[in-house]
């Protein structure tokens, strides 16, 4: 079974500064997506960027990034220039490559909290 | 961007009637989902269905549950009977394939049993 964890459950930063949020995943499957989502205070679900598994290359989407190592089953995601309205919960998810099953597995969630 | 809507946003019930939640997905989506997020936890996935057919189910799916979309109408998750532990929000989401591609997610309906 696979199993996402995310152990910081809530982080504070300065506006502009970079923040990293941890996540660790389990899974038996040598093929896999790793996904960030943000759920914003109102509730509101949020695709962020994705990561191949069979990709070496850290996935960047505009401020942010990813810090895969595969061998430590980690994929941290970094906030370059963090602002105001990053403040959000981050929620790092997992889907195991199959043509037959697609669920999505999240980890616990962090906020972040950005201040002025 | 596509957008996945859910109808109503709030519902509140007695223990032990029926509810059923609507959602409507991105038109040219094929796959569609349920999770549940009580609060302040993660979401955790309910339901997928395709083709008509639900195609995997999670623990959290109870005998209670049911999920249909009749002529691609909405795509309905109902309850019946409701408990008091199905209080939570429950997003919809949408896809176009399975694997890589994001899902889409709905804001969300919040269920209140009392």
């Known amino acids: 079974a696979q199993k996402v964890t995310q152990t910081q459950t809530s982080i504070s930063v300065m506006e502009k500064t970079t923040v990293t949020m941890d996540c660790v995943y389990e899974?038996?499957?040598?093929?896999?997506?790793l996904f960030w989502y943000k759920q914003t205070a109102s509730g509101e679900i949020v695709f962020l960027i994705r990561?191949?598994?069979?990709?070496?290359e850290n996935a960047t989407e505009g401020h942010y990034s990813l810090n895969f190592q595969k061998p430590k089953s980690s994929i941290g995601l970094i906030i370059t220039a963090t602002q105001i309205e990053d403040s959000a919960v981050y929620f790092c998810?997992?889907?195991?490559?199959?043509?037959?099953?697609?669920?999505?597995?999240f980890g616990q969630g962090t906020s972040l909290s950005v201040v002025p | 961007g596509p957008k996945v809507l859910q109808i109503p946003s709030h519902q509140i019930i007695d223990m032990g009637q029926m509810v059923t939640l609507n959602c409507d997905p991105v038109?040219?989506?094929?796959?569609f989902y349920w999770y549940k997020q009580i609060l302040g936890q993660q979401m955790e996935f309910l339901v997928n269905?395709?083709?008509?057919?639900?195609?995997?189910k999670s623990k959290l799916f109870k005998d209670q549950f049911s999920v249909e979309r009749p002529d691609g109408s909405y795509f309905t998750l109902k309850i019946q009977p409701t408990a008091l532990e199905d209080s939570a929000v429950y997003f919809c989401?949408?896809?176009?394939?399975?694997?890589?591609?994001?899902?889409?997610f709905g804001p969300g309906t919040r269920l209140t049993v009392l």
């Open positions: 989401a949408s896809s176009l394939q399975l694997g890589a591609l994001r899902e889409y």
């Open positions: 899974t038996r499957d040598s093929s896999y997506f």
């Open positions: 990561q191949d598994s069979y990709k070496k």
């Open positions: 998810a997992m889907r195991i490559a199959s043509s037959s099953f697609s669920k999505l597995v």
């Open positions: 038109s040219n989506h094929l796959y």
């Open positions: 269905f395709y083709n008509g057919k639900v195609m995997e």
